[in-house]
């Protein structure tokens, strides 16, 4: 056992020190924004506008709209686990029953987003504004949001999100 715990150590060691070869988007010339553009077999939307897109339903885990604009984009019922939302505008979209749980929200703009009964479980969203959100049955437990938003969103907090069973007043601390 012990024998395999060091080829184990040594394996991930080899992995570590390996050189990585990156694939970057060129969006230099401005071309193919609008279009969703393949990064590493996944779906990337990081620097495009997805404004009025309809998301609705799909699983998009771990897909990044870093810096995107999906301004009344309808993200409702998707699976946006451990997505990257950095330094994104995404004001006014439908969030409603979507699972945010774990993902990257920092910078970015949530004003006026529908997040009912979305589960934002562990999603860190520092910097952010979620000023006129729909929080109704939002689960926002072990979440990292700035005081001033936590304690706007408790203004508006009431309900209990439906697949976690834990009241959105409580998940907000407040």
Request: hydrophobic fraction near 45%.
């Amino acid at each position: 056992m012990h024998a395999l715990l060091k080829a184990l150590a040594a394996f991930a060691l080899m992995l570590w020190l390996m050189p990585v070869s990156a694939i970057a988007l060129d969006t230099s010339a401005g071309v193919g924004l609008q279009d969703r553009a393949l990064f590493q077999d996944r779906v990337d939307y990081t620097l495009t506008n997805q404004s009025d897109v309809d998301f609705h339903g799909q699983q998009l885990t771990n897909t990044s709209f870093a810096g995107a604009v999906g301004r009344g984009a309808d993200f409702s019922d998707t699976n946006l686990s451990g997505a990257i939302f950095t330094q994104g505008a995404f004001a006014d979209a439908n969030f409603h029953g979507a699972d945010l749980s774990d993902a990257l929200m920092d910078r970015a703009d949530f004003t006026g987003t529908d997040l009912r009964d979305a589960l934002l479980v562990g999603v860190i969203a520092s910097g952010s504004s979620f000023a006129g959100a729909q929080v109704e049955g939002a689960d926002f437990s072990d979440a990292l949001l700035d005081r001033d938003d936590q304690r706007r969103l408790c203004q508006e907090a009431e309900g209990v999100n439906p697949v976690t069973g834990v009241l959105t007043r409580d998940s907000l601390n407040c």
